[in-house]
């Protein structure tokens, strides 16, 4: 069974009577000057009373305004294939990942079926949704935890302005070899691009602007547990920003040291997301715990029995 594409909908209130539909279209229901053209031309976009209506149309009041925003058609590339999702919470609008360390997000350099992308649209698929592929944000490979991927290109741009702001706020998890000093602030060091290479980025003078707040939680085998928070995006942005401070995260092949044995992977997890649903507005805030892989790093080892 084939689910509708997302609609919005608005009653034109007394107070909206004699508006027109762009009006209404863009500033009640938040929609872009290019997601209104887009409606305008997909069939049945903007109705009226169930009918297609021009823009300029003027609105009475208890008139009922909808306009598609969902998919029609898939446009990213991503093909549907089959994979393990860890779903924290879904509606209409959007849907929150927990997502595996080792996953890739996006299809691309050699995988072009095993990403969380493909994952997605195959679990679309068998629940009769046309919606693309539309992430809010990115997580490293080696990156767990929480990931907010939209349904629709609205609710992907609401999102994506929201970051960092007080209506998207993204909090993690680390551990890192040492303990920073003092034990919280915010690192306030730019990031760009590492001159010879594709990945690595480091701090320099005309890197963008880049700040991240830590705090430290506790200390055990030499390694310490952080809580940061984001109050910028930049690639890598937490990992140059501890290894710029002399504690690079544990396991980190590219800015500190790697160590398969004691984790696979750079230590860290995407532990809180908090924001405001781009269409109710309503508050909204998930968590996902430590992973076990990070955990074992900050259990205190026991001394042998004598």
Known sequence: MTTPPRRLTLTVSPDLAGRKVDFLLRRCLGLSGTLVRRAKWLPGGITLDGEPVHTDHTTGAG??????VGDLERRSGVLPAPGPLDIVYEDEDLIVLNKAPGVLVHPGHGHFSDTLGNFLLHYYDSRGLTADFHPVHRLDKGTSGLLVVAKHAH?????????HTPAFRRYYLAVCEGTPEPRSGVIDAPIGRLPGSLLAREVRPDGQRARTRYRVLERANGCTLLALELETGRTHQIRVHLAHLGHPLTGDFLYGTEDPALIPRPALHSHRISLIHPVTGEHLSWTAPLPADMARLITPTKEPER
């Open 63 to 68: 008139q009922v305004l909808s306009v598609l």
């Open 155 to 163: 609710a992907q741009e609401v999102l994506k302005e929201a970051l």
